[in-house]
């Protein structure tokens, strides 16, 4: 976060403590100081080491010329939320928890995630604080588990002053497990999101039905498993793949019997292709095989990148989802 403190902070000797820990977190680079004047001859700065005041001295030079860098958190002498103001104390809880990322599966949505890190240059300062825990990935085992785990999370903060939720930093990412693009979300993601609405938390449905449908389709080339399913799932359009269910296919039903907007998505579907894709990876594999296990491993295919990471997008109402994912995590920062 990029901090911005009030000069009448540094003058208070109940604050110093705080203010102590604080600066540990802006040299250490975990949030990012802006200052309006130069605070390194206050009384707060010359009860600190020489390092910190000098450390002081080239945050100040470095934000005249940063002036127009966005201030996520201001921090004054008490609490004003209607400006977005908190007191130190309050400031010092927000700023030594680490921001959260809830997932339904931390092994498989991390997997996803970890290859739009890798190939987004945009995401080196989420990469670094994942790598320094700053950033936890959360997996809550479901969907019905995610108001649970985030009010597991608000209940750490029940003893102190301010709403719970002003101290959590965090965002939930969730399948839309939709069969055809034009279908109404469930009413279990529309509790989460109202939830998420209610408590400021940053929250993104995924436009295909679930990860896996974001694959490339080059990974498909390397596949460990020759067979025509694979085939099958190749010849469909962009956006018939975006929600074809992997796991169990049609549940062996024939498109005919299915829902009318499952039959108009794949209306041009072959014959062979449909009895193929009818059944799903799990059971066209047998021997134990797990899409939900297999897939996602495919996304540490070298063959990934931006490029068709972004196109395998192209044909969706958001073309820009990825990035749009990428914006949202930045908050966490």
Not at 113 to 139: Q, V, Y
Not at 148 to 161: D, G, P, S
Not at 225 to 249: A, M, R, W
Request: glycine share 4%; aromatic share 10%; charged share 25%.
């Amino acid at each position: 976060m990029i901090v911005n403190i009030n000069s009448d902070v540094f003058g208070t000797e109940s604050n110093f403590q705080k203010l102590n820990h604080m600066f540990a977190f802006f040299e250490d680079e975990k949030h990012i100081l802006f200052l309006n004047e130069d605070i390194s001859e206050t009384k707060w700065a010359n009860s600190t080491s020489k390092t910190t005041r000098e450390f002081c001295e080239v945050e100040f030079k470095n934000s005249i010329y940063s002036s127009a860098r966005k201030i996520n958190l201001k921090i004054d002498t008490e609490n004003d939320l209607a400006k977005d103001i908190y007191s130190v104390y309050d400031a010092y809880i927000l700023l030594q928890n680490n921001s959260i990322i809830f997932v339904e599966n931390a092994t498989s949505d991390g997997l996803f995630l970890s290859c739009i890190f890798n190939n987004f240059t945009e995401c080196d300062d989420i990469k670094k604080g994942l790598k320094k825990r700053w950033i936890t990935l959360h997996g809550v085992g479901g969907k019905n588990e995610f108001i649970k785990e985030i009010n597991n999370e608000l209940r750490k903060f029940r003893h102190e002053t301010l709403p719970s939720e002003k101290y959590l930093r965090a965002i939930v990412i969730i399948d839309s497990d939709k069969k055809y693009p034009s279908e109404i979300l469930s009413d279990t993601h529309a509790s989460i999101i109202d939830y998420c609405d209610e408590k400021n938390i940053k929250h993104h449905v995924l436009e295909k039905r679930e990860i896996e449908n974001y694959l490339p389709v080059g990974v498909f080339a390397s596949f460990p498993h020759n067979h025509q399913i694979v085939n099958s799932y190749l010849n469909l359009t962009n956006v018939q793949q975006s929600f074809y269910d992997f796991e169990k296919g049609f549940d062996g039903n024939k498109l005919s019997t299915l829902d009318i907007n499952i039959q108009n998505l794949y209306t041009d579907l072959s014959v062979v292709d449909e009895q193929q894709l009818r059944v799903g990876f799990n059971k066209s594999f047998k021997n134990g095989f797990s899409s939900k296990k297999v897939l996602p491993q495919l996304f540490k295919h070298p063959s990934i990148s931006r490029e068709n990471l972004l196109e395998n997008c192209e044909m969706q109402d958001d073309p820009e989802e990825i990035i749009e994912i990428i914006k949202k995590l930045e908050h966490l920062l």
